[in-house]
């Protein structure tokens, strides 16, 4: 039931973060919540709550964002917007991410180094561009 402004607000407040600009960064990266500020979060698409998500997240001032399948269930143009940020956040240099994704053509555009696990254990492991076709018909197709 929170609004989207109330949904970032309070991460700053949970995480005793003082604001420094830090919202006005946030809504540049994901403007489509600037339009929505006094919308409740709960009625957003799925794509925009998890650039909320995101968003929230980024308020925190982390060392690394962890992201668990941002894309699964958004549709494409959000699935643009959100690698567009990840891009622009990527090339600050202040953040580290780590991506966990299934969506192999996401991981190709945003990713530097993947890591291929089976069982939770790492099996091949390498810059994004040794990714081959082989490695992924061997350990990434069904």
């Not at 622009?88 to 953040?95: A, F, V």
């Not at 991506?99 to 099996?123: H, K």
């Amino acid at each position: 039931n929170l609004t989207v402004w109330e949904n970032l607000k309070i991460s700053l407040v949970v995480h005793g973060v003082k604001a420094n600009g830090q919202v006005d960064r946030v809504l540049e990266l994901f403007p489509v919540l600037k339009e929505m500020l006094q919308r409740k979060g709960g009625v957003l698409s799925g794509g925009q709550q998890q650039q909320l998500a995101i968003a929230r997240a980024l308020l925190t001032d982390p060392k690394v964002l962890i992201l668990d399948e941002p894309t699964e269930g958004i549709q494409p143009n959000i699935i643009d917007q959100i690698g567009e940020t990840l891009l622009k956040i990527k090339k600050e240099g202040k953040i580290a991410i780590l991506l966990v994704e299934q969506y192999l053509d996401f991981c190709l555009e945003v990713a530097d180094t993947f890591y291929i696990m089976d069982r939770g254990s790492i099996v091949v492991d390498g810059p994004i561009g040794a990714l081959s076709e082989d490695l992924v018909r061997q350990h990434l197709t069904v």
